[in-house]
């Protein structure tokens, strides 16, 4: 095969890789916008889940076990701060949810042993990060990005 040939073939295999696997995955599940837009007008406070978690619990500092350099700061107000290395590098506002259809994602696209989630909206960027809340104990906090990591912390105060 000459080169001219593997090049197109390697070329196709790439945008078929892509296109079915990230982009046709935004297509085929997610809500449209208007229909996010409705839910979330539809949306009531919800009463708190037998198992839910509240801000005093996740309130602190919170150090990574992973990677000690890694702090996340909770405020009970609902605002946070990210350091990494004693640099600010990020902060917003949390919050946390049980209905994360109500968020926009298809109901069953994630399995977590806990119906309880974190929501982090940046300050500056104003894009959302979720998280499910696996472990919120007076000493620990594990947190689980729903599209990856697991983030390990104790609690510094």
């Not at 619990?57 to 009970?76: C, F, N, P, Q």
Request: proline share 1%; charged share 25%.
């Amino acid at each position: 095969m000459d080169q001219k040939a593997l090049f197109w073939l390697v070329l196709i295999v790439a945008v078929a890789v892509f296109f079915f696997g990230g982009f046709a995955n935004q297509i085929f599940n997610r809500e449209s916008a208007s229909d996010i837009d409705a839910t979330q007008e539809k949306e009531q406070v919800e009463e708190p889940a037998e198992n839910s978690v509240n801000q005093e619990e996740l309130a602190g500092t919170w150090r990574g076990i992973d990677d000690s350099k890694y702090t996340l700061v909770m405020e009970t107000g609902g605002t946070y701060e990210e350091f990494y290395d004693g640099t600010r590098v990020s902060g917003g506002v949390w919050s946390t949810f049980t209905d994360i259809t109500g968020k926009g994602f298809v109901e069953g696209e994630f399995s977590f042993a806990s119906d309880i989630y974190l929501e982090k909206k940046d300050g500056d960027t104003g894009e959302s990060f979720y998280y499910n809340i696996a472990v919120a104990s007076e000493d620990e906090l594990i947190i689980t990005y729903l599209f990856g990591d697991v983030f390990r912390f104790e609690r510094v105060n």
